[in-house]
């Protein structure tokens, strides 16, 4: 082989190498910038309208419960039985969720969005855009656990029916004085 024909040859797979080596690079980069984004993301906490973002398959691209993700499962913060929703006067805790879940199916959305502790309300922003995204799960049934009852806590786990999956909430209760209030509803809990 000729010394020209030698050096075109190690040109060539130079030339390639190089390109190999920015591909590397460039495929680098980009998966660099994409942890940087997802992690800028988990760090503001998701969306500001509601905590729930986008609802997993099988949703119909409906938004998912709010209450449901990263922000979901956060405390609720301190009690405070000021701004706490009251459970009205005569009524127990379990029938507190019981009227929510009626509510909700006979499409009562203003009264059930009343209901929620006040963090929850906040998340779905008003009764209007809580209406709007409950009608998208198309909930049609229910179940409730026992209510679990410790001096002047209880909790009740209530899972709402619908067409894709069911969805389950534990509500908590505090009582201060002898009146009863939601101190939070938290995604997850096991109806038995």
Excluded: C, H
Aim: no cysteine; charged share 15%.
């Amino acid at each position: 082989m000729s010394d020209q024909t030698q050096s075109s040859s190690q040109q060539t797979i130079v030339i390639a190498l190089v390109v190999v080596a920015v591909l590397l690079a460039a495929l680098v980069g980009v998966l660099v910038y994409q942890q940087s984004q997802s992690a800028k993301l988990a760090a503001s906490g998701a969306a500001t309208t509601d905590p729930a973002a986008q609802a997993p398959a099988g949703m119909g691209g409906a938004q998912a419960p709010a209450g449901m993700g990263s922000a979901g499962t956060a405390p609720a913060g301190p009690f405070d039985a000021k701004t706490a929703t009251k459970v009205p006067s005569g009524t127990t805790p379990e029938a507190f969720v019981k009227a929510y879940n009626e509510a909700v199916i006979a499409g009562k959305y203003d009264a059930a969005y009343k209901m929620l502790p006040l963090d929850k309300q906040k998340s779905y922003g008003d009764a209007a855009s809580y209406a709007t995204q409950l009608k998208q799960y198309g909930i049609n049934g229910y179940k409730m656990g026992k209510p679990v009852t410790s001096g002047d806590t209880a909790s009740i786990v209530a899972e709402q029916d619908n067409p894709s999956m069911p969805i389950t909430y534990t509500w908590n209760f505090k009582k201060v004085g002898d009146s009863w209030y939601v101190e939070s509803r938290v995604m997850g809990g096991t109806v038995q």
